[in-house]
Nanobody, 124 residues
Framework: QVELVESGGGLVQTGGSLRLSCAASTRTFNMAVMGWFRQAPGKEREFVAAIRRGPGSITDYADSVTGRFTISRDSLKNTMTLQMTSLKPEDTAVYYC????????????????WGQGTQVTVSS
């Protein structure tokens, strides 16, 4: 059973914007934490952003994307989104959405469900 499906990746020029979406099953969407990670060729998977379920929907961002990316979740649609603006070539990677029952939101180890990934390419 596919629990997380990303969409919205593509090719964009430096300074442009993209909006990634992650459709989740109800069980997965109800996990405590949902997050976005990315992996560039030859590099390890790295944390991008995370959002906690519950009052206030507490968010966390990697320093490299703070002020440019915004994570949000829609409980009516079981969807998480990542709005990316002011994109840079170094943002080029495969982006993955993931869900965790808890733990350290910046560490991939804690995430139990992963999507298949969507490619984001930023041209210079």
């Amino acid at each position: 059973q596919v629990e997380l499906v990303e969409s919205g990746g593509g090719l964009v020029q430096t300074g442009g914007s993209l909006r990634l979406s992650c459709a989740a099953s109800t069980r997965t969407f109800n996990m405590a934490v949902m997050g976005w990670f990315r992996q560039a060729p030859g590099k390890e998977r790295e944390f991008v952003a995370a959002i906690r379920r519950g009052p206030g929907s507490i968010t966390d961002y990697a320093d490299s994307v703070t002020g440019r990316f915004t994570i949000s979740r829609d409980s009516l649609k079981n969807t998480m989104t990542l709005q990316m603006t002011s994109l840079k070539p170094e943002d080029t990677a495969v982006y993955y959405c993931a869900a965790a029952p808890g733990g350290v939101v910046r560490e991939p180890y804690w995430y139990q469900s992963w999507g298949q990934g969507t490619q984001v390419t930023v041209s210079s």
